[in-house]
């Protein structure tokens, strides 16, 4: 049997795994972005109030494996409260916090280090501080922030293998209930590793080029 085989007779399965990997992808990607970009955002701007404590509280996340957040949010957590939440939820909520941190940091980062010769310059030639904001900061800041959007994304993408551990039926569990009928552990999981990659490289050469075409030293420019 070969990866086609598998891909021929378990076909729909692979696509009810992807759909539920695409979904749980899509509501972390969106909510990590939005609300760790506020977050970012306001740390920058009150570096002592918000930027410490954000600080301090991506250094505690970093030093947590994804997975045993995953594993506490599911198990001690619901039992401390007395809740039961649906692994799904639980999965976009673990994901969606440890990827807004990360948006948050990279975003908090970008702006604290940003030239600032550019905007004496821009208040110099008579610019309005919206449209500093408008026509330099964010179009600056947003260039030098996509390559690290791009690696966070990947990033997000392959934390969401590990809720098929709290029994999501995303693509990764469906390979191992694949694997567990038809015994071909070569074959299922290169198939896996084929589409992971075909996800994930075009992602890393997209943040490759940006990260060569715009973020670069602009402090002396």
Known sequence: MTVWDILARHGPELLNGLQVTLALCLICWSTSFLVGGLIGFAGARSPTAIGIPLRAVS????????IVFLFWLYYPAQAVFNIVVDPFITAA???SIMGAFLVADAVRGIIADFPNQFVIAARVCGF????????ITLPIAFRSFL???LLIVVTLFQMTLFSSFISVNEIFRTAQQINSIEYRPIEVFTALAVFCMGVTLPLYGLAQFF???YTRDLSDR
């Open 128 to 135: 309005s501080e919206r449209e500093i904001l408008t026509r």
């Open 93 to 95: 909520t673990a994901i």
């Open 211 to 213: 990260r060569l075409r």
């Open 147 to 149: 390559p690290s959007a």
């Open 59 to 66: 250094a505690l996340l970093a030093g947590v494996p994804p």
